[in-house]
């Protein structure tokens, strides 16, 4: 909390634009992915130099050349999707927890990025989210999803994956990026507003045809491993 007063407070002459450009990008009739992509970003890496936080990317060859593809990777905090924001080059959306969606700002990326809204204690809207977002990669987006389905808060360690947050990737037969990220906790869960640096390394993908006869709940551990290892190497 100390540090998002922090940002606010370093930026408090531009948030009210900030804030209106997001909210205008997202509503905007004539909607265009890469510019509202471009706005969020600008204003994530703003936001993150006035909170101290350095976001050190690896591995950003990794990425697909190609568009449709799901980023799956490890969630510590709130602080998760702007690591992304400011790192990956390539427009993405994400899949929220309905718990999460109202808060202000988020609210508003939410919207101007297409993301989706997942109610985890409704099972009919959850399958409709599965189905929406497999027909959106198939046609080309890209989407961030937490296969831990909730923050760790144990620092650095993992959850277990849920095989069940895989079935998009599956059904769109998609290349799965394993996303590792370390220290992403400490921006806004610790107390401290002191210089963090919070890395994020890109894993090569997983296409089709390597995970294509496995079961999700085995696409998923195979995952969480690939994750753990580049944690343990980059030094989380």
Known sequence: MRRIILMVLRLILRVPYYMAGIWWNGKRKDYDLEKSYAFVKKVTKAANRAGRVKIESHGLENIPK??????????????DVLVFLESCPVPFAFVIKKEASNVILLKQVIASLRSVVIDREDIRQSLEVINQVSEEVKKGRN??????????????????????????????????????????????????????????????????????????????????????DAISQYGG
């Open 66 to 79: 190609d568009n449709g593809f799901i980023f799956f990777p490890n969630h510590q905090g709130m602080f």
């Open 143 to 228: 989407f961030l999803i937490f296969a831990e389905g909730t923050r760790s808060k144990m620092g650095n360690k993992l959850l277990p994956f849920k095989g069940g947050t895989f079935k998009s990737a599956v059904r769109a037969k998609c290349p799965i990026v394993p996303c590792a990220l370390i220290d992403s906790f400490k921006p806004f869960d610790e107390k401290s507003i002191a210089p963090v640096t919070v890395k994020l390394i890109y894993l090569p993908p997983i296409y089709y045809e390597e995970y294509s006869s496995m079961k999700t709940p085995e696409i998923a551990d195979m995952v969480k491993n690939r994750i753990e």
